[in-house]
């Protein structure tokens, strides 16, 4: 199996989308359906991420099997979403992604990567951990990654408990 890694344009958008809700079916086999059933990331957030961030596609086969969306939240980079299709999960996908996304972070001059996630799903807070991303509270001087916290509870993500993440590079 190989794996290609490429930026994403504005046609991948769609994909992209049907992607997001393919893989969030995943979090049914953990009860958390919320996610399974909840809203996909906007066509503006994709906009956002290939204008002022970087979206990075994983082919294989010429199939789509996942993305990594980041842009800048505080002056780090910060992960808004990584998805990897149902079908494709649990082969190194998500950590090539990561991988092209911190890749693109050092390249921007970023000294760090940052995250919001489940604490208690094993592909969330811990697989992250295990890269090296540590849990923290962001100061007053993160506003924005307050922002995305508030937002995140809003959209009914904080039904379970999630974390900040980062990762100095």
Not at 40 to 47: A, G, K, L, Y
Request: glycine content about 10%; charged content about 25%.
């Amino acid at each position: 199996m190989t794996v290609t890694i490429r930026r994403a344009s504005h046609d991948d958008v769609p994909v992209m989308q049907a992607l997001e809700h393919d893989a969030a079916q995943a979090f049914r086999a953990v009860g958390y359906d919320f996610c399974a059933d909840g809203p996909v990331r906007t066509i503006e957030e994709h906009e956002r991420g290939l204008r002022d961030g970087a979206t990075f596609i994983a082919e294989i086969g010429g199939d789509t099997a996942g993305f990594i969306m980041m842009w800048s939240v505080d002056g780090h980079a910060h992960i808004t979403e990584v998805s990897v299709a149902e079908r494709f999960q649990k082969r190194g996908i998500g950590l090539a992604l990561i991988n092209a996304g911190e890749d693109w972070a050092r390249g921007q001059g970023f000294s760090a990567v940052t995250l919001t996630t489940f604490r208690d799903v094993s592909w969330n807070a811990p697989f992250y951990s295990s890269l090296g991303y540590d849990a923290f509270s962001p100061g007053d001087d993160e506003s924005d990654l307050l922002a995305v916290q508030i937002e995140e509870a809003g959209s009914g993500y904080a039904a379970k408990p999630r974390i900040t993440m980062k990762k100095v590079l």
